[in-house]
């Protein structure tokens, strides 16, 4: 290990002391166990309290960290209780026991509503947040406080927008603590679908007038970053979407190309441009002569203030935080530490909102800040070592060109460790999240970060200049213009790089953590064993391709969540195979669910029938995923929805392939599959009469697909004389009454039955009836309306008794 190794990494000099890393410790524990445990605050409250008042004795004594530590662990896990029940008697979950209903009610919007534009199925709304403060659903107005998703759906046709602070009277379908993932848990939350017609403005001015202030100054400076962009709506949307975080106006073309290239992150406000905004101010300041020592007193209130202006996302308060903190030590007189901050900025969050712990945008930035932190010094001894000047060599010597080229090379080799070392601290929650690898924003990130900061300096100076002259924000928006074609022109190009991005399957949790257990491990190793850290990197190398390799072994039939419709995907190794793919309003729904599978791309493409609710999505699909073959019965109701569709097949030349009863088939890992219904020459009187009945089995365990076949259906088959049993049985008709029949459960034996249905069909689908029938028979039932997504695993062997040769579980 050389002298430079030795002197960059510290090994001679003592640790230094850093109380805010150890006191996060317990402060996250501590959360997750209020957000997780169901006990009641007051076991924690007590418990915590015990141990605080004995340490007023014990603070002197060096044995007494450890009580202390686990005091704060039980206070913060209190606290974070406290947060999760909040208070159940005025909540809407208490007020509505139905699991939705139509009622009435007052909302104050706690956040400007944001336009959404039309989808596949979809009319254009807008979404914003309220606190519910009065519910009227049997006639009479009652006092809440609960906090509510609303959606405004239909057209705005220049319809007022909810604002922050005003009352709104709302009329519409209410559904109390609906499951929603966010982040790490799965969590509670209201939602509310409003039509237009159905809001009424009340009054105004019942927010934070602070907040209220913030907000009204955005929306006056996103008009004059419009001004002279009327005829560019894309740059427009861009420059707006990068300063302010409006994101609404961005073409959904080009944020998906940005989310490819694994730099949609410029869109949300967070730690880049809070950092941005704070280097241009101190710049300001270092030109106007100001001392650092007053930078603080300055620079907070301008960040404060933008931070509450765009939204307060949980990166940008982490940033602001952190450059408090570090703006704070000159101010005191005390040296800055960037870990010490960090520590401080995660504590501070978790304690004023414990729910951010299992927050996407919690989660994402301080990973990405901590890898910095850890990895990036440990990469720039390679950029020091090689562009390090001579140490033997005058510095007068070295000629101005060398200076520059050594100069240029350390600072492009060091931008360049900084995305490489953000990238690795963050491809797992990526891949655990967003289910997508994307080696190509280790490019982009280079490219992407300064020209955000271009793009972000004009706009500035556009606002800057708006209280001058009318027409210099012209000339700065204009020059945002350029800078943002040229961006979007590289964006587009990375993300039609082949390999330059994937789709994976959801990573285990745990495989998740071990990752970051061998980075953190590697990284403090690397600072006194010079190798280290290579050698982790290639553990965890090693580690993705034994997951990648399991992962290709895996057959598995997955039922989508797609409301009252029906998709389900055959998993056979290496291949795809999606039969039916939800109703057109659902598409991005099933886009998403098959993401999280890791689907690039569908080997089959099957439509059962021709009813909308199974197969309406697939046009859709067919623009967004390759479809090697598509799958239709031997005889098809004509419906628009199948004409579309065959015509969508045959302008991308996907060959259509017509399956009747005994067709049958073999897919990789030994799987197998065999149509029992319709048989050929059918004439049909309806579209279910032809539905496709499959059969999918691997060593002995088998699941029957019945789509939308019904007792008539059920009845032919049983005569044909073809076997149809199968462990597991996915309800026809949806779980409806004219399906599932007696005979035909003591032809096929299941011993689980799936259900796909939507919530708002509790009282049709399923039948009670049928529900019956299958508890009297002890067969248990999984629905997708309440349980979400549905997967079952077949057995990598043979199975032998008891042993069914299956697996099932659920999303929720």
Known sequence: MDEEFRRIAGSRRPPRPRGMVGLLVPVIAGTAAGLCVPLSPVWFWAGGMGLVLPLFLWVRRGWSTMPLLAAVFLLTAAHARMAVDGRSAESLAAAIPRPMEYVQFVARATEDAVARTARPGRAPAAVFRARVEGLNRDGAWRRMDDTIRVVLRGRMDGRRLPRYGERWWLRGVVRPSVPRRSGLFTLPENQAVIDTDRAFFLDAGRGNPVVAWCLDRRRAARAVLARGLEDFPAERG?????????RENLPPLLRQDFAATGTVHIFAISGAHVGMVALLLAGLLRALGVPKTRWFLIVMPALGAYVVATGAATSAIRAAVMAGLLLAAPFWHRKPDAISTLAAAAAAILLAAPRQLGDLGFLLSFTAVAGLLAVQPIFDLWAIQRFRRDDWQLEREERPAGRRWRETGQALTRFGSMSGAAWLSTAPMTAFFFNLVSPVALAMNLVVIPAAFAILLAGVCSLASAAVSAELPEIFNHAARALAQGLAFLIRRAAAVPGGHAFVRTPPAAGVVLWYAVLGLAAVAARRVKGALPAGLALLAALTVAWGMREARRC????LDTGEGNAVLVQAQGRRILIDSGPAYRAEDTLRQLRREGVNRLDVLAATHSDAAHMGASVWLMKE????ELWLPAETWSTAPMRRLLAAAEEADVPVCRLAAGAEGAWPGGMAWQVLWPPAGLRLDRSDAGSLVLRVARYGAAVL?????GASQEKAMLRSGESVAAPVLLAGRHGDSSATSERWLNAVRPRDVLVS????????????EMLERLAQRDIRVWRTDRQGMIYMDFAGE?????????TIRTEW
């Open 238 to 246: 861009l420059l707006q979407a990068l300063l302010l975080g409006y």
């Open 556 to 559: 598995r039939v997955t039922v």
């Open 625 to 628: 995923l390759p479809v090697a």
């Open 705 to 709: 697909l019945m789509s939308d076949a």
């Open 757 to 768: 249905s939507g919530p708002h069909a509790e009282e049709r689908h399923p039948d009670e």
């Open 798 to 806: 043979p199975a032998r008794w008891p042993d069914p040769g299956y």
